[in-house]
């Protein structure tokens, strides 16, 4: 079974904390994502990389960066966390040369800004 | 980013009846795939069912099918003999790697309630 696995499924920040989100997948899928996720908002994109070192911003990349040193491994960082970011935060996978196949999607992380 | 539409919120349905979930889109393209993702209270992201679009034929995965519209720009999803499981967040997606690369664009998701 494929696996997204997302370091914490709860987490609480104080505002202007520097904060990081780990996200690890184990298919060797070259394609990952971060996507917020708000009531009424659905899912929307902030960062996706195709490749190690390489990063693409989504929709609404402002006050989030990434990292991806390894293949399996996809960080967010907040840089300094708001109070705006309070939200869910969606991790997946998938592989590259096949749009028609599924993305795969870790179990999520509740972010809440103090 | 392509636009992605579920115009309902929320939907009800009883148990063992059927119910159609909307999703229109709006795209240039002619090559694109569209997905059905179910989130269930567990929070796990479901991939229900794709269409290719270059497929004229519509997807059936069981008890879920969609009634793809090209011209029109649909993508609706219909369950049949509903479940208590099937209750969930539903979302739809596109994508079309000329524009995007591989990343999914979503609706706004449509919660669905089964009643007993």
């Known amino acids: 079974d494929v696996k997204v696995t997302q370091s914490s499924r709860y987490l609480v920040k104080r505002t202007g904390e520097k904060v990081f989100l780990e996200c690890v997948q184990d298919m060797d899928h070259e394609n990952m994502f971060w996507y917020r996720q708000d009531p009424g908002l659905g899912l929307r994109l902030i960062y996706f990389s195709y490749d190690v070192k390489m990063k693409e911003k989504g929709d609404i990349p402002e006050g989030y960066s990434v990292s991806r040193e390894k293949k399996e491994r996809f960080s967010l960082i907040l840089e300094s966390a708001s109070t705006n970011q309070t939200s869910m935060y969606l991790c997946a996978s998938s592989v590259v040369g096949q749009p028609n196949t599924e993305a795969f999607f870790g179990q999520g992380t509740r972010l809440t800004v103090v | 980013a392509q636009t992605v539409t579920q115009s309902q919120p929320e939907m009800s349905v009883q148990e063992a009846e059927t119910v159609t979930l909307s999703c229109t889109y709006d795209t240039s393209e002619s090559d694109y795939y569209l997905f059905w993702y179910k989130q269930p209270p567990s929070r796990q992201m479901i991939l229900v069912i794709r269409?290719?679009?270059?497929?004229?034929q519509n997807a059936t995965e069981n008890r879920f099918s969609v009634n793809f519209q090209k011209a029109a720009k649909s993508f609706s999803l219909k369950i049949s003999d509903s479940q208590l499981g099937d209750a969930a967040m539903y979302f739809c997606a596109y994508l079309s790697v000329p524009n995007s690369g591989y990343a999914l664009n979503f609706g706004k998701g449509t919660s669905l309630l089964v009643t007993p």
């Open positions: 269409q290719e679009a270059y497929k004229q």
